[in-house]
């Protein structure tokens, strides 16, 4: 698979029928090893292993309902309430991000309601703060470390 601009991971692979599987630690399962399949990995072990992120707070691939069609969130961080904080939007490397991939992870939060918005295709990250109540958002230079929400806020994590 392709190198990431992340940190170097471990993984468990197996090729079984002329195809490359990954074992998921998260979703403790095996799934297809597709270029988008790399980078959630990666991105999820990033979030744990780089940033302070608890494992068994991160939820891969979950369902949400918008407009009375289900959806899959990559990755969806919550906080130890079961609020989620961040909800992340992984394309494969030679997925170009642009506003596509933008409208489609705001769509998602319409339904959860994030502050913390990521979107990667395992070479460019982009970050995104949203504020609801002003209406408004920024890009972010670094992605928050999982006890940096502890500095926003005790109730937060």
Request: with cysteine; net charge neutral; hydrophobic share 40%.
């Amino acid at each position: 698979m392709q190198r990431l601009n992340l940190p170097t991971y471990s993984f468990n692979l197996k090729s079984r029928e002329e195809r490359q599987w990954i074992f998921d630690i998260f979703r403790r399962n095996w799934y297809l090893l597709t270029p988008e399949e790399w980078v959630r990995q990666n991105f999820a072990r990033y979030l744990c292993e780089g940033l302070g992120y608890p494992e068994s707070l991160l939820l891969l691939e979950g369902s949400i309902t918008h407009n009375t069609l289900t959806r899959r969130c990559d990755i969806v961080v919550f906080n130890r309430k079961a609020e989620p904080i961040v909800l992340v939007e992984c394309k494969a490397p030679e997925v170009v991000l642009n506003q596509k991939t933008f409208d489609q992870i705001a769509r998602y939060n319409m339904v959860l309601g994030v502050k913390i918005l990521l979107v990667t295709n395992g070479l460019t990250h982009f970050c995104i703060r949203m504020d609801p109540e002003a209406s408004t958002y920024e890009f972010l230079k670094e992605i928050p470390s999982f006890l940096s929400f502890a500095d926003q806020s005790s109730d937060v994590i």
